[in-house]
């Protein structure tokens, strides 16, 4: 029994068990490996996407869950003519992947946080940038939040 | 006196090195071979580690990975510097394994080493050396000092040469009327100029000079600026292939559980419930482990899990954290040491009249390096050759284990090195049992298979930094001089002739006692340095505190005059504001560590909150590496350093159980987070000129023992045992 939902603005039908999480149905059935496995229980957050908006943990959405819904990776981030969005070339500007396994992740949070409050304060990054980068990235991603929100290093 | 630099042992290894590698490295063959393979028509290869297009592109061949460090952007640039070439053009590649490949930088490096220059390897990658030569290991933070400074300067010196000889042959003009910019050969006097795309061809035919003439650091154009790193597009918007992405036409994906505790074996395992589980077509026993093989990686995993396989302990049932401490402490007093090094008599010291003895036991435990992704291997077995997808820090060591586990010639295995998730020592192929895993399984399958650790696997089956323990001791003379120390530590690795005693005493003796667990310990980023580290950095500053002495100034005292520490701690205490005052319930440490070459002084500044929660405020760090390459990269590395060593100290703990980790995930091993890290790690460099050190490595050790010094500074509370964890909520 297919299951439908829209992926990075396309109608998809995921073929998978409904237990299934929606990780390994966007690497394996979609191809859409930009998103990653990193720990499969919630707790690194590299496997981070939209899901109608909110910020999801993929790795433990199970896809009978998504039907219908709006989903976004790190692929659709960029605009329909290949532009990267702000956050992405914040994220480049500021130098901020080291390994990068983990930065898909990053972006897609920081993207949402940015969608909820515009320009976040430095509480409201640390409440929300709750994803793990063993790369020790941290001071570079809050500079690229808050370049990409047009804040001074340190005024947030 | 300071402590001597090189030990017998090492130099021992590289000798033994050396005579196998510069055969290779001597081989023409090889090298010949090495060019056919990456050169194609239209380029010209000026040895094996830079080509050069018609249309000026530069490419260069790295024989280090690069694992998320930056490294190959720095070694472009230090090619770029020497030949002169157009940034815009410059592109790097991974070697291929191939022996022609192999890194004679780092034999020259040690070399180098032997004669005096600063630098280090730790005991557990030069085994791996002297096991695996030719090698084209990334280890020891050398990726630069070694392969950008013997490789990439002096082949880019070399063809910059032969480029100028050509020009000069086609223009008919001395090779003293023409310089070089930006990929172009120019004779300023006509305004004539070659593009090193039109001429590279016919120069690269030319006999390469045998010492090729290196620029002077006052005239760098590259070296010391800070372009984009080139791998960074590609991971802000999906599109970097890790070892986790490989996806092949018909390609099945697997999971592994393996024996509990480590030396265990499989025993026995029903492979019913896996079977029965849909998507799942295949149970593959071996030898310590079982493997469910399916179509995806989550019925994978869910068969592997449906499994209740029989494993023994191999005899290691009893191995436990406390008992290891326990047997630490026993060998200690009771064992011989197996290694030793220092000046001076330190029993005389000790039992000198009218000094007062000063003695702390510190304890640290087996750390994981926890990469961000999982290990995931493709193999794909067909008509008598194998050929596999995968990151790992040595690819020629990778293609000889692939060889050896899968019965095959060397020539009939084909390696792709994919980019890498993290690694930070964790990826040396020979503490790498997913290469065997992965090649078992695709002989015994008729498609190419992905293996995928789960990261329970992943955390449980670790080549961890090794738990170590030691009893530090010193006299004091009634004016508070240290008159002696002795440093006796216990655990796998020895320490000498890797980490370095920075103050000078009259006496100073350091012991090591052999222990080792079930645990295949590993090299952990700074690897030794981190251990002798906390142990000289926190017991200093109990000798500054018991003399009653301020720390900066009580370590200042026993560094050598002039010396480069002296420079780097005086500026880490200036910069830092060191003695000035701060909020009520915040303290400072400060500790300074070299490791690989490069001097590192760390201040933190920290608080205990009400519940007990170590806060850290800030962080400050002064980095003499000699020479930066690429400051903002560089910055970047410590920056990063010091957040691991931090998660480190505060948290991190692989703790044993009847043999078996006891840990299994993020839950229970926490890494440090966004709203934990220090919202400021201000990172300053020291250009001092010296012989090039390290950059991934060296900024994580200073960091442990500054924060626990602080702690100490904050509450009279000293932490001896590391993580800090709940030990100020008692």
């Not at chain 2, 013997?150 to 100028?164: C, D, F, N, V």
């Not at chain 2, 999971?255 to 265990?264: C, E, L, N, Q, T």
């Not at chain 2, 006796?488 to 350091?510: I, K, N, W």
Request: with cysteine.
């Amino acid at each position: 029994m297919a299951i439908a939902a829209t992926v990075n603005g396309k109608d998809v039908a995921f073929n998978g068990e409904a237990d299934m999480p929606l990780l390994w149905a966007l690497r394996e059935e979609l191809g859409l490996t930009g998103t990653k496995f990193g720990c499969g229980i919630a707790a690194c957050g590299a496997c981070s996407v939209h899901v109608d908006g909110q910020i999801t943990r993929s790795c433990s959405l199970p896809i009978g869950a998504v039907a219908g819904k709006n989903i976004t990776t790190i692929e659709g981030l960029k605009g329909a003519d290949g532009t990267l969005h702000a956050v992405q070339r914040a994220w480049i500007d500021a130098q901020v992947p080291q390994c990068g396994y983990c930065q898909s992740g990053q972006i897609m949070a920081a993207v949402a946080l940015i969608e909820r409050h515009g320009q976040p304060t430095k509480a409201q990054i640390d409440a929300a940038m709750t994803n793990i980068c063993r790369c020790g990235t941290y001071p570079r991603i809050r500079e690229a939040i808050l370049a990409a929100t047009d804040q001074a290093a340190g005024e947030a | 006196m300071g402590m001597k630099r090189r030990s017998f042992l090492w130099g021992g290894v590289v000798v033994a090195g050396a005579g196998v590698f510069g055969l290779k490295w001597a081989d023409k063959s090889a090298r010949n071979h090495a060019i056919d393979a990456v050169v194609k028509p239209g380029e010209a290869g000026f040895s094996p580690w830079i080509k050069i297009a018609a249309d000026d592109t530069v490419t260069i061949y790295s024989p280090t990975i690069d694992f998320g460090q930056g490294s190959h952007t720095a070694l472009a640039q230090m090619a770029a510097e020497e030949l002169d070439a157009d940034w815009a053009k410059m592109r790097v590649e991974q070697a291929p394994a191939m022996p022609g490949f192999a890194n004679a930088a780092l034999l020259k490096g040690f070399l180098s080493e032997m004669n005096g220059a600063a630098a280090y390897l730790p005991q557990s990658v030069l085994s791996l050396l002297a096991r695996n030569i030719p090698i084209q290991i990334t280890g020891g933070s050398t990726a630069i000092r070694f392969g950008g400074q013997y490789i990439m300067r002096s082949m880019g010196a070399a063809a910059r040469q032969l480029l100028l000889e050509e020009g000069a042959a086609r223009l008919g003009v001395p090779m003293a009327e023409l310089t070089t910019k930006d990929s172009r050969v120019i004779h300023a006097a006509s305004g004539r100029r070659l593009r090193y795309g039109e001429i590279a061809a016919a120069a690269a035919l030319r006999n390469m000079p045998d010492a090729p003439v290196m620029k002077d650091a006052k005239t760098f154009k590259h070296i010391g600026t800070s372009p984009m790193r080139m791998d960074i597009p590609a991971k802000v918007d999906g599109s970097a292939q890790y070892g986790m992405d490989v996806t092949l036409p018909n390609m099945r994906v697997a999971s592994v559980m393996m024996a509990p505790v480590r030396g265990g074996k499989l025993i026995s395992v029903d492979d019913r419930p896996a079977l029965a589980v849909a998507g799942v077509e295949r149970v593959v026993r071996m030898d310590d482990a079982v493997l469910v093989v399916a179509k995806g990686y989550w019925a994978a995993q869910k068969g592997v899990l449906a499994l209740a396989p029989k494993f023994d302990d191999g005899g290691h049932g009893g191995v436990n954290t406390l008992a290891i401490f326990a047997e630490q402490d026993r060998l200690r007093t009771e064992d011989k040491p197996k290694g030793k090094a220092g000046d001076g008599d330190v029993d005389a010291a000790f039992a000198a009249a009218d000094v007062r003895m000063i003695e702390a036991a510190y304890r640290l435990p087996f750390i994981h390096h926890a990469m961000m992704e999982p290990f995931a291997m493709t193999a794909h077995y067909q008509g008598g050759k194998i050929e596999v997808w995968v990151g790992l820090q040595d690819p020629l060591a990778v293609r000889h284990l692939v060889a050896k586990a899968a019965g095959l010639a060397f020539a009939d295995v084909t390696l792709h090195t994919t980019i890498m998730g993290g690694g930070f020592g964790r990826r040396f192929p020979q503490k790498c049992q997913i290469i065997a895993q992965a090649v078992k399984l695709a002989m015994a399958c008729p498609y190419p298979v992905k293996l995928i650790w789960s990261r329970e696997q992943e955390l449980r089956h670790g080549a961890y930094r090794c738990q170590s323990s030691a009893h530090l001791r010193a006299s004091l003379d009634k004016q508070n001089v240290i008159t002696g120390w002795r440093n006796d530590y216990v655990q796998s690795e020895t320490a000498e002739g890797e980490t370095h005693f920075p103050y000078v005493l009259p006496a100073m003796s350091r012991r090591h006692f052999f222990y080792q667990s079930n645990q295949d310990d590993g090299p952990w980023r700074s690897v030794n340095s981190n251990q002798i580290g906390f142990y000289n950095e926190s017991f200093i500053d109990e000798l500054a505190h018991a003399a009653g002495e301020d720390p900066y100034q009580y370590r200042r005292k026993y560094l050598p005059a002039e010396s480069r520490h002296i420079k780097v701690l005086d500026e880490a205490a200036r910069l830092s504001g060191w003695g000035q005052t701060l909020p009520a319930g915040v303290g400072r440490g400060i500790a300074i560590v070299e490791s690989f070459g490069t001097i590192v002084a760390e201040v933190v500044e920290a608080s205990v909150s009400d519940d007990g929660t170590p806060k850290i405020h800030k962080v400050t760090a002064v980095v003499d590496c000699g020479q930066v390459v690429n400051p903002r990269n560089a910055e970047a590395q410590i920056q990063g350093g010091i957040n691991m060593a931090l998660s480190v100290a505060l948290g991190e703990e692989i703790t044993l159980d009847q043999g078996a980790v006891v840990q299994s995930n993020f839950g229970d091993y926490p890494l440090l987070k966004m709203a934990d890290a220090p919202p400021v790690i201000a990172v300053h460099f020291i250009n001092s000129g010296a012989t090039l050190g390290g950059i991934g490595e060296p900024g994580v050790p200073p960091a442990p023992p500054a924060l626990t010094n602080a702690l100490f500074a904050a509450t009279g509370k000293r932490i001896r045992q590391l993580p800090i964890g709940g030990q100020f909520r008692t």
